[in-house]
């Protein structure tokens, strides 16, 4: 018997959207067979099927005794904090012998940076590629929005990155539920800061009740402003980089390689505008004030080279 790899579980949020299920489904199925060496499950936190335990007590009938669970969320708040560890000491005490590893959420990653980019361009109709067409773009970035000011901040960190480098009048934030602004006074917001085209894009994997209502509120807002153009972007999807990035988790998790914020580090990933940081070795910073000793020289930079 070959010695078979750690099977893959991902935890979704739920919906209660049917299409929304079906296309969590349909990606852990498509993850499945793009990899036919692995075991894959998946299941949901709330409101959808199948739960989280389901699709761990699948995995253990299969004779699966470790496997690595990716949380498909694109922020770190509350489900992926303290939920989903919560369902899997569960399902450890469920089936002993079981042992897992627990990766850690998607976003904001180059590449799901880059589709949003590419959503943000269709939803323009192909029509703004360089930074020139760009310029009197603004982009409203909307997110779940959650309870934990953590989870809102990284919403924010995406917006900065897909700000960056890529021509944007600006990159401003929203939230769909539980944090300010919400959709309209962040398109408010862009108004009072000069906006003349503005795109709402929103920061969700799959279709779902949550993105129907940007899409919604956004439609709202602009017939009562007519004299500003809006236009309303589609969410990520079940794009290649998507299934890419969740098996990029899953071998971090598996090698315990849990860098903090690297993915968007200048100097490990070419980031647009500052591609020639990338490899750059990094010096120890030293300050004008350490009178030859180097006591703090090792600043965030010289630290990040070790974290590599």
Request: glycine share 10%; aromatic share 6%; proline share 8%.
């Amino acid at each position: 018997m070959t010695t078979h790899r750690p099977a893959l579980l991902i935890a979704g949020h739920g919906t209660r959207d049917d299409g929304g299920a079906d296309a969590f489904r349909d990606f852990v199925r498509e993850l499945d067979r793009r990899h036919p060496d692995l075991t894959v499950a998946g299941g949901f936190i709330e409101l959808s099927p199948p739960p989280l335990g389901e699709a761990v007590t699948e995995l253990v009938e299969k004779g699966v005794r470790r496997f690595a669970a990716v949380p498909l969320m694109l922020v770190s708040a509350g489900h992926a904090k303290g939920d989903i560890p919560a369902a899997l000491a569960r399902e450890k005490e469920r089936h002993p012998g079981i042992s897992y590893t627990y990766g850690r959420p998607l976003g904001p990653h180059p590449s799901l940076l880059n589709v949003l980019e590419r959503r943000l361009d269709e939803a323009l109709g192909g029509s703004a590629r360089t930074p020139g067409d760009r310029s009197d773009v603004t982009v409203l970035l909307v997110g779940r929005g959650s309870t934990d000011p953590d989870a809102n901040a990284e919403v924010h960190k995406a917006a900065r990155l897909l700000w960056e480098g890529r021509g944007y009048a600006g990159v401003e934030t929203a939230f769909v539920s539980l944090a300010a602004p919400d959709v309209p006074s962040g398109l408010d917001r862009c108004v009072k800061l000069g906006a003349r085209r503005i795109v709402v894009l929103p920061y969700f994997l799959f279709t779902g009740i949550l993105p129907d209502r940007v899409r919604q509120q956004t439609e709202g807002w602009a017939a009562a402003h007519p004299e500003t153009e809006v236009h309303s972007a589609d969410v990520i999807g079940p794009e290649p980089e998507l299934l890419d990035l969740v098996m990029e988790r899953y071998e971090e998790a598996l090698k315990g390689d849990l860098r903090m914020n690297c993915d968007s580090c200048v100097y490990r990933i070419a980031l647009p505008g500052f591609e020639d940081k990338v490899g750059m070795p990094q010096q120890p910073h030293f300050h004008p004030d350490d009178d030859g000793h180097h006591h703090h020289g090792h600043h965030h930079h010289g630290a990040h080279s070790h974290a590599h």
